[in-house]
């Protein structure tokens, strides 16, 4: 058994004082992470810090590539192939000084499976989780898996004593208003310590100087202090003034300002995310609409009417300032299953939309609710405003109510929507993760951002089949049927690809954009 500090409830984590030579980097972006619990919440922004604090098995570095982390390596059992065994990194500590064991992994991906946590999707091949020794872990699959640890990229681990020191085993239930210690403290194997936190205004991370990769990363930053800061023209004044150091969300129409500023240098890079609206196709009714007794949403004629509404074009160039790329599907480019082909299915008719919406019945249109976040996305309100005098034209007068990404994300995960702009990153690179999270049927431990109402059993089954396929040409075929099947039924009303836009002083040098958008500070180094 490890040995262990624990740590009372109401205490802080200990902290080592900063050296006299400390390099303080101020990094704000438009919206703060949700929570500290690594396994409530499964965003890009929320990763971003949890990712400074707590460490996964396997790291995708700042050019998305595989690195070893917690786990120095992995491979499927050579006489089972239902099992891959992790050999763990022996010598590393959490923040309090507890030892790092095979018996935290298990926890953590125990919890991590549970009802309230919002990574469960990602381990439902998994049948069992045992630790061999201190320091190997054998993951069991329901048959075997070939992609199982392109999973694990954000799946954080935990100090099992710690977490259940404090009162914190069971994940935070955020999306119902839940808060817990483990939501505001952190305990984690990181390069760096949580100092303070207050949510949605500051929070500083302090270099951890016991970190097992001290010397195998540049660890030229010893403070961190983030600051959210929704207002894009706020964001870029602190920037300009010198107020933060790095910005990950440079606003496009200030992209040249930036720029040609002294000392600033902006750089960008197609990001691993794709923004598209979603619409709740699969009730008989909507309160949210003024159609009595029925949902438009449900004739599939809308949906496409909708989608041909959408002028692609328009949003790249005015509201963008060239800064995306028009999608037709609902998958980056980065991704398996991804295709030209199907990406450039989508394009502005609106006579044939008219038409679709006079063969449904709404050729007088309908009025429906559009929700919108106002701080996760690149010009997120704004898109959505474009998108309402698109829509207008085909007759459908959309109600705008744009509210912070902390209310805007609960509506989706209860089913509180019926129309919705979501944003969507797929850290696994395959498709699988699309499918788990968006198509498959809502329920049990998959669907859980499904709110579509979409269900069908045969894609349901073929959904489940991709986390045991070995045959990669079966695998692929299978991805490319249930494509067809979504795009066909026009689940969802894809938008664009993001590109993001890191602005930062000329002295905060990093080896790339992450195509992750998550900047992992370890890595940076300031001249």
Known sequence: MKKTMLLLATSALVVTPLLASAETLRWARAGDSLTLDPHAQNEGPTHALAHQIYEPLILRDMFGQFQPALATEWAPKADDPN????????????????????????????????????????????????????FTVEFVTDGPNPILPNNFTNLFIMDKDWTEANGVTKVQDIANGETTFAATNANGTGAYTLT?????????????????????????????????????????????????????????????????????????????????????????????????????????????????????????????????????????PFVNGWTAEMDGMSSTDIDAAKALMEEAGYGDGFSITLDCPNDRYINDEAICQAAVGMFGQIGITVNLDAKPKAQHFPLIQNGETNFYMLGWGVPTYDSEYIFNFLVHTRGGDRGSWNNTGFTNADVDTK?????????????????????????????????????????????????????????????????
């Open 463 to 527: 959904i489940v089949s991709l986390a045991s396929e070995t045959d990669l040409a079966a695998r692929n075929s299978t991805i490319a049927d249930i494509w067809s099947v979504v795009q066909e039924e026009q689940l969802y009303l894809p938008v664009h690809h993001q590109v993001l836009n890191w602005g930062a002083k000329s002295n905060v040098v990093y080896p790339n954009v992450s195509p992750e958008d998550d900047p992992k500070f370890k890595y940076f180094e300031m001249n």
């Open 83 to 134: 099992v891959w065994v992790f050999k763990l990194r022996e010598g590393v500590t959490y923040h309090d000084g507890a030892a790092f064991t095979a018996e935290d992994v298990v926890f953590s991906f125990e919890r991590a499976k549970s009802e309230t946590s919002a990574m469960k999707e990602l381990l439902t091949s998994i049948t069992e989780i045992r630790a061999v020794d201190d």
């Open 196 to 332: 303070s936190r207050e949510p949605d205004v500051r929070t500083v991370i302090t270099m951890n100087e016991n970190y097992w990769g001290k010397d195998e990363f540049p660890m030229a930053v010893t403070e961190v202090i983030y600051t959210p800061i929704q207002n894009a023209a706020t964001r870029v004044a602190a920037l300009l003034s010198g107020e933060v150091d790095f910005i990950q969300d440079v606003p496009v129409q200030d992209l040249g300002r930036v720029a040609e500023a002294d000392g600033l240098e902006v750089r960008t890079a197609p990001q691993n995310r794709v923004i598209f609206f979603g619409m709740n196709s699969g009730a008989d009714d909507i309160d949210s609409d003024n159609v009595d007794g029925a949902n438009p949403l449900s004739d599939v004629r809308v949906r496409k009417a909708m989608n041909m509404a959408i002028n692609r074009d328009a949003i790249q160039q005015v509201v963008m300032r060239g800064q995306s790329a028009p999608a037709g599907m609902i998958a980056p």
